[in-house]
């Protein structure tokens, strides 16, 4: 019996589990529950199945956490491991000294527990211990304090956190490095941390610090960070607002460490995409005052920001619904203009033009169809008017390019460039020489003589092709048949040869003569009566003498009988 005995401790003793603390001693005070993380592994190539328990002095309770379960056995596979929390109660009438708790899983391991003197102690109870979150995330914890010594304690607050993350504690809405607690009186603080954006999936702790003139005292809280932003940009949401709170819409956003420029939309609001860092935003539109705002962007992050942006007292804008205008020799071009005051105070404004030649004339108008014209023009704040402006070229006025700015100057000016383009007149004429009635006859060649001209204003006619239309057979010629350029009020003598076929019935025919140019086009009708010929008619005129004569004699012959 003896020896079955120590056979099966043998045994057990070779399928004994490793067991690891991460701490061999622990400071605790009356009345505080303990969490003790271990690590329980299986060595071997089989399953193993351990107990788990513990040993304590009397009034400690204790018991085993696995993922969120209290268990009293773990069976796990070969060589696989398992995290476990174990829950120690210390009991509301510990008294200070040292005490040993054995944590048992087939093996064993100590730790020694240290309940110190109340009065050394400050009590720091969070609701939480450990919280997950994404990088960059923000988490609030409540943390009550409560003094376990018999003076006022004055304590100093602060955090120690992972490199890059923030911790900052609130006593109601106000940050707190230092405050007071009386024995038996509690004060709730919001822990609040945030994670670096570029922190990497894992475990990090952050620790509150308590300082006073007892000591040293911390809680730690465990983050876990379930997903990473490093290498995304961040984004900023900014909405203007004026001061009466309505949107500021065509706002500009420079950001100037980049030189990048965002407009705000219709609802006063632009989104700011950037690497992460520290930037000034410079938002700045015509009758407002610049700001700046200082903005930190974080990786995968989207910070809102709200802006109010102060009208200027006096600003007023002229705009030009188009700027460049283009019109024929001889016609009156119109701009159509708004002007705005875009202050909060009202302005009066002169209207005038600087910048064109001497010759020409203009006038603002408030209607377009006005004759009267205005010079001056009263708007309230917030105002804004549509006006017209007439331009009137001279009749010795050129084709070209004219730029001038159309101006309105109160306690604030405005000035509008604007672009007038002439055009000239493209206009082409052919006007027969010999005037519109020909004579040929068949299988004759016969030339109609014609003046080329460009009666139109101030525009080269170029590339002037012509031709005749004749009717079939016919055989048509142009001298010359392209003239390369024709200047305004320029007249060309110009001849179209015409040959007849010899079988051309005597008649009256339509002759087309056409000219075509690059801008313009003309044409002529006349009309060719061809004759008969000469032999033709004398054959004619004996045949009707023949006849004649022989009814003269048949009727002599008949009559005298």
């Known amino acids: 019996m003896r020896s079955l005995l120590l056979l099966l401790a043998l045994?057990?003793?070779?399928?004994?589990?490793?067991?690891?603390?991460?701490?061999?001693?622990?400071?605790?005070?009356?009345?505080?529950?303990?969490?003790?993380?271990?690590?329980?592994?299986?060595?071997?190539?089989?399953?193993?199945?351990?107990?788990?328990?513990?040993?304590?002095?009397?009034?400690?309770?204790?018991?085993?956490?696995?993922?969120?379960?209290?268990?009293?056995?773990?069976?796990?596979?070969?060589?696989e491991s398992a995290q476990l929390v174990f829950h120690l109660k210390v009991p509301e009438g510990a008294?200070?000294?040292?005490?040993?708790?054995?944590?048992?899983?087939?093996?064993?391991?100590?730790?020694?527990?240290?309940?110190?003197?109340?009065?050394?102690?400050?009590?720091?109870?969070?609701?939480?211990?450990?919280?997950?979150?994404?990088?960059?995330?923000?988490?609030?914890?409540?943390?009550?304090?409560?003094?376990?010594?018999?003076?006022?304690?004055?304590?100093?607050?602060?955090?120690?956190?992972?490199?890059?993350?923030?911790?900052?504690?609130?006593?109601?809405?106000?940050?707190?490095?230092?405050?007071?607690?009386?024995?038996?009186?509690?004060?709730?603080?919001?822990?609040?941390?945030?994670?670096?954006?570029?922190?990497?999936?894992?475990?990090?702790?952050?620790?509150?610090?308590?300082?006073?003139?007892?000591?040293?005292?911390?809680?730690?809280?465990?983050?876990?960070?379930?997903?990473?932003?490093?290498?995304?940009?961040?984004?900023?949401?900014?909405?203007?607002?004026?001061?009466?709170?309505?949107?500021?819409?065509?706002?500009?956003?420079?950001?100037?460490?980049?030189?990048?420029?965002?407009?705000?939309?219709?609802?006063?609001?632009?989104?700011?995409?950037?690497?992460?860092?520290?930037?000034?935003?410079?938002?700045?539109?015509?009758?407002?005052q610049a700001r700046n705002l200082v903005v930190e962007v974080r990786a995968g992050k989207r910070v809102q920001e709200e802006v109010v942006l102060k009208r200027r007292a006096y600003y007023v804008e002229l705009t030009a619904e188009s700027p460049v205008v283009s019109r024929s020799l001889g016609a009156k071009p119109l701009f159509r203009l708004r002007l705005k005051n875009m202050g909060y105070l009202d302005d009066e404004y002169s209207l005038r033009v600087a910048g064109l030649p001497p010759s020409f004339y203009y006038r603002f108008k408030e209607e377009q169809g006005a004759e009267e014209g205005l010079s001056v023009l009263y708007l309230r704040g917030g105002e804004e008017r549509t006006?017209?402006?007439?331009?009137?070229?001279?009749?010795?006025?050129?084709?070209?390019?004219?730029?001038?700015?159309?101006?309105?100057?109160?306690?604030?000016?405005?000035?509008?460039?604007?672009?007038?383009?002439?055009?000239?007149?493209?206009?082409?004429a052919i006007e027969p020489a010999g005037g519109y009635l020909s004579f040929a006859s068949p299988g004759e060649a016969a030339e109609l003589r014609a003046v080329l001209r460009n009666t139109g204003r101030g525009g080269t006619l170029t590339s002037v092709r012509l031709r005749a239309e004749v009717p079939e057979g016919w055989h048509a010629e142009a001298v010359p048949e392209e003239v390369p350029s024709l200047r305004p009020g320029e007249a060309i003598p110009v001849v179209f040869r015409l040959t007849l076929p010899a079988d051309a019935l005597p008649s009256e025919y339509m002759v087309k003569l056409r000219a075509e140019a690059e801008q313009s086009s003309a044409e002529a009708e006349l009309r060719m009566v061809v004759r008969e010929r000469g032999g033709a008619a004398l054959a004619g005129a004996l045949i009707i003498l023949v006849t004649v004569a022989g009814l003269a004699l048949l009727y002599r012959r008949l009559g005298r009988k």
Not at 399 to 416: D, L, N, V
Request: aromatic share 8%; hydrophobic share 35%.
């Open 11 to 79: 045994v057990l003793a070779a399928l004994t589990g490793s067991l690891e603390l991460s701490t061999s001693g622990i400071s605790a005070i009356a009345g505080e529950e303990l969490s003790i993380p271990l690590t329980v592994s299986n060595p071997y190539t089989f399953s193993l199945t351990m107990p788990l328990q513990y040993s304590a002095p009397a009034g400690f309770t204790g018991w085993f956490e696995y993922s969120g379960l209290r268990v009293n056995s773990l069976t796990l596979p070969p060589g």
């Open 95 to 288: 008294e200070p000294g040292r005490y040993r708790i054995s944590l048992r899983a087939f093996g064993s391991r100590w730790i020694e527990l240290r309940v110190a003197e109340p009065e050394e102690f400050v009590v720091a109870l969070p609701e939480l211990r450990g919280v997950v979150m994404e990088a960059g995330d923000k988490v609030e914890l409540e943390v009550e304090l409560r003094s376990l010594v018999s003076t006022p304690l004055e304590l100093e607050v602060s955090c120690t956190t992972p490199p890059g993350w923030r911790c900052s504690s609130f006593y109601g809405e106000s940050e707190v490095y230092a405050l007071v607690l009386r024995q038996g009186a509690g004060k709730k603080l919001r822990l609040v941390i945030e994670s670096s954006p570029e922190a990497d999936v894992g475990e990090y702790g952050v620790e509150l610090v308590l300082a006073s003139s007892f000591g040293r005292s911390s809680m730690p809280v465990g983050v876990r960070i379930s997903r990473t932003h490093r290498g995304e940009n961040g984004s900023v949401v900014l909405k203007l607002l004026d001061r009466e709170a309505l949107p500021v819409p065509s706002a500009e956003v420079l950001v100037e460490e980049s030189g990048e420029v965002y407009h705000t939309g219709q609802e006063g609001e632009t989104v700011i995409e950037l690497p992460p860092g520290r930037y000034t935003l410079r938002v700045s539109k015509p009758g407002y």
């Open 387 to 428: 006006l017209y402006l007439e331009v009137v070229p001279p009749v010795s006025a050129e084709p070209g390019e004219y730029r001038f700015t159309a101006i309105a100057s109160g306690r604030w000016r405005a000035e509008e460039n604007l672009t007038l383009r002439l055009r000239g007149e493209y206009r082409l």
